[in-house]
Nanobody, 128 residues
């Protein structure tokens, strides 16, 4: 069993930046067959939605249209950690952010069902 742990959330003003971290417990991302790490977010009462993903071997990245050009997903192999740099934040980015691991085929990179090991999430609040 493995679980990912998110951190780095907080309160920021519109236009500000935050960097979220996703670390793995019980899983070595580089060796344990992990194909991709995904970031998702959820607003209370709404479905969890895809934000970004990175494929571990190729470092290929995928972004939701809503965050493209503002968010950057990256990996630090030595720290077994994936980051989500969020710039030019908007109030509509307010949500609980989650990361998870999976081995999705390319067409399923954005699918919630492709991932497991969900953590508790980290709250991001953007004030206007």
């Amino acid at each position: 069993q493995f679980q990912l742990v998110e951190s780095g959330g907080g309160l920021v003003r519109s236009g500000g930046s935050l960097r979220l971290s996703c670390s793995a417990s019980g899983l070595t991302l580089d060796y344990d067959g992990v194909g991709a790490i995904g970031w998702f977010r959820q607003v209370s009462g709404k479905e969890r939605e895809f934000v970004a993903a990175i494929r571990w071997s190729s470092r290929t990245t995928t972004y939701a249209d809503a965050v493209k050009g503002r968010f950057t997903i990256s990996v630090d192999k030595a720290k077994n950690t994936v980051y989500l740099q969020m710039d030019s934040l908007k109030p509509e980015d307010t949500a609980v952010y989650y990361c998870a691991a999976g081995s999705p085929i390319t067409s399923a990179t954005r699918a919630l069902s492709s991932y497991a090991g969900w953590g508790q999430g980290t709250q991001v609040t953007v004030s206007s």
